[in-house]
């Protein structure tokens, strides 16, 4: 019972935190937050209705305080780009991000996991300098110049995958929306052109972030699987004539699995708050495309808004990692 309070009280507090940087980081901006609703050419009479309008006439800490109130009940405020709620507009984009970081964490973790098993286990091989090169790549480069050249080669020279966009002009509105997930319902619509052509834009998108989630997720299963290769009851099982599948999976990897949750909703979560170049260069209408294109039209409101969800997500996951961390592994209770 207590530990559930203290989680509780944690998370309410960590959220508190997200809400209040959000909150001072729209007071920070050089951006007057009138001028962005009303426009330059307004009144000095609109000016200070909108003022008042806006509670800017109130202390800092109630201004706060009405903030939350106003995210609680899910009021991120009015996109001055769109016109339409932000709440709205984010629950129309973030399906986007949502199925890109989802195919790209599954790719992470089907290849990388193995990867980072057999780096552990023929240590020094030309295996384990494979999986070290990749890792080492992952990290070292950018983001966008990997996504521009899988643009050029992929889909300029090759033409194996669609381009930009998530789908082509011809099949949008085939498919009624239904999850927001376009696989999903195409799907479900059983429209199988809209599937494939849908699949063809994706692909190589999520092979970009699916490699550098594999990149982590190798480089962390590796380290996992050599400190469990080296403990005692390995050599003890070897010892006594067990196979090595069975010592390496259904011993070693046993113990790592429960950290590799952790490791793999880290994953998950940084695709979800970091793909918003990949969805720049792809131009993914996601979430990410969402906050960047409205930072650019001083449209804080909306920009918040995404930035609030995002870090609500990321600590979200980490409590469910943290939850299922303590489920499977008693020690941790």
């Known amino acids: 019972m207590k530990q559930s309070v203290s989680l509780i009280f944690t998370v309410a507090i960590t ?33 200070d209705q909108v003022y008042l309008e806006l509670g800017l006439d109130k202390p800092l800490i109630a201004q706060f305080a009405i903030y939350v109130g106003d995210v609680l009940q899910g009021d991120f405020g009015t996109s001055i780009r769109t016109g339409k709620p932000v709440a709205e507009d984010i629950a129309r984009v973030f399906p986007a991000t949502l199925e890109l970081a989802t195919i790209g964490t599954i790719l992470g973790v089907v290849l990388g996991v193995p990867l980072g098993v057999l780096a552990a286990v023929y240590r020094g091989s030309w295996i ?4 070290r090169l990749i890792g080492l790549v992952g ?14 080669i992929f889909y300029g020279i090759l033409g194996w995958v669609a381009g ?13 929306t239904r999850t927001g ?10 429209d199988w052109d809209v599937f494939k052509d849908a699949l063809s834009h994706i692909i190589l998108p999520a092979c970009l972030l699916g490699y550098f989630s594999l990149a982590y997720i190798s480089r962390m299963t590796r380290s996992f699987m050599l400190e469990q290769l080296n403990s005692e009851y390995v050599i003890t099982a070897r010892v006594k004539g067990l196979s090595e599948w069975n010592v390496v999976w259904r011993h070693a990897f046993r113990n790592i699995a429960i950290q590799l949750i952790t490791v793999i909703a880290l994953a998950y979560a940084n ?7 990949t969805e720049i260069i792809f131009a993914w209408p996601g979430i990410g ?22 870090g609500t997500i990321f600590v979200c996951l980490n409590i469910f990692s943290d939850l299922l961390y303590r489920f499977f592994d008693p020690r941790a209770k």
């Open 15 to 47: 959220l508190l935190g997200l809400l209040f940087v959000t909150f001072m980081i729209g007071r920070v901006m050089p951006i007057d937050p009138v001028l962005a609703v009303i426009g330059e050419r307004a009144s000095q009479a609109q000016y």
């Open 164 to 176: 930009p966009g998530r789908l082509g002009v011809f099949y949008e509105g085939l498919v009624p």
């Open 181 to 190: 997930l376009l696989l999903v319902d195409a799907l479900i619509a059983g």
């Open 128 to 131: 384990d300098q494979l999986s």
């Open 289 to 310: 495309s969402y906050i960047t294109t409205s930072l650019l039209a001083n449209d804080m409101a909306s920009v918040l808004g995404g930035t609030v969800v995002i």
């Open 271 to 277: 695709l979800l708050e970091g793909s918003v170049l």
């Open 139 to 152: 990290y070292s480069m950018p983001i966008f110049w990997l996504g521009l050249m899988g643009l050029l």
